[in-house]
């Protein structure tokens, strides 16, 4: 049973982790068509400022200040990851629309360029993020079962985002212009919306999402330069599971590869399961290529 219980954990936490870094690539993807490989660098951004505001919560407020950087961390990275979204959209990304290749090709020189940037001002090995107190212990289920709080922390924080994502889209005037662009974007233009400032704005809010997942993928391990690259390639792969441009679909996505993936490492290896997920994905893009959920639209 404790087996069971912690795989099951597992997945749920492995899918929550995918979610959150998922969520942001989901709006500029679904949105703009936008293959923005500059995406898992953005959540190096919020991973360095989570290292940076620790470092001087810790210098101003001595031992105690280790204990509530998260909550300081968690706003500044959405708002640092957020600017430089909003300022790659509009010095960039904003002539290339229509030229997914181009936009490829120049998102990926601006990963390089942020890589770079890191290591030249925090240097090229892995620096660790140290975990709140509140956060290193674990809830114990079973004698051989801990959840462990970080993970729980990160699911919840997942939850937290998917409801504010969707009180944006559904309840908010801003969100509802959005959904228009997403829909019909000729149309929305021709009815006064104005198109490159949702263009802007989503970008923003999508760059700001992996700014948050970065900050809390320190709870996790060490953090460096590269730690982007190792969460693209499953970010693209749940929002094609899911279906571009649609947030329950990620969710299904995320919680499915998470799963997956849980399952196939329980009998191999990590990289024969990574692997397996792949093939499995890709067999169900065959029979099923719009991906679990399809956005209807008149």
Not at 213 to 241: E, Q, R
Request: charged share 10%; with cysteine.
């Amino acid at each position: 049973m404790s087996i069971w219980l912690s795989q099951g954990f597992n997945a749920i936490s492995l899918g929550s982790i995918l979610l959150l870094i998922a969520i942001g690539l989901t709006f500029s993807f679904g949105l703009m068509n936008v293959i923005n490989m500059a995406h898992g660098e953005l959540i190096m951004v919020g991973a360095y400022v989570a290292y940076v505001c620790q470092r001087q919560m810790d210098t101003l407020l001595g031992s105690s200040g280790l204990d509530y950087y998260l909550f300081v961390s968690l706003p500044v990275a959405f708002v640092v990851a957020a600017a430089i979204g909003a300022l790659l959209e509009r010095l960039l990304i904003r002539r290339l629309y229509g030229r997914p290749l181009d936009t490829l090709l120049a998102t990926w020189g601006v990963s390089l360029v942020l890589q770079q940037l890191a290591r030249s001002i925090f240097g090229a090995p892995n620096v660790q993020v140290i975990a709140p107190t509140w956060l290193r212990s674990g809830l114990e289920v079973t004698p051989d079962f801990v959840m462990p709080y970080s993970r729980l922390f990160i699911l919840a924080l997942a939850g937290l985002c998917m409801l504010g994502v969707y009180l944006y889209l559904m309840k908010s005037s801003q969100g509802r212009r959005v959904r228009a662009v997403m829909q019909n974007r000729e149309i929305a233009g021709a009815m006064g919306v104005s198109t490159p400032l949702v263009d802007t704005t989503t970008f923003a809010l999508s760059s700001g999402l992996a700014g948050v997942a970065g900050c809390a993928l320190t709870l996790l391990g060490p953090i460096g330069p590269s730690i982007g690259t190792y969460y693209i390639v499953d970010s693209f792969l749940v929002v094609v599971l899911g279906g571009v441009g649609v947030l329950v679909g990620a969710v299904g996505a995320a919680f499915a590869i998470g799963g997956l993936n849980t399952l196939f490492e329980y009998g191999t290896s990590a990289s024969m399961a990574k692997v397996l997920v792949f093939v499995a994905v890709i067999a169900f893009l065959q029979f099923r290529p719009q991906g679990l959920v399809t956005r209807h639209a008149r």
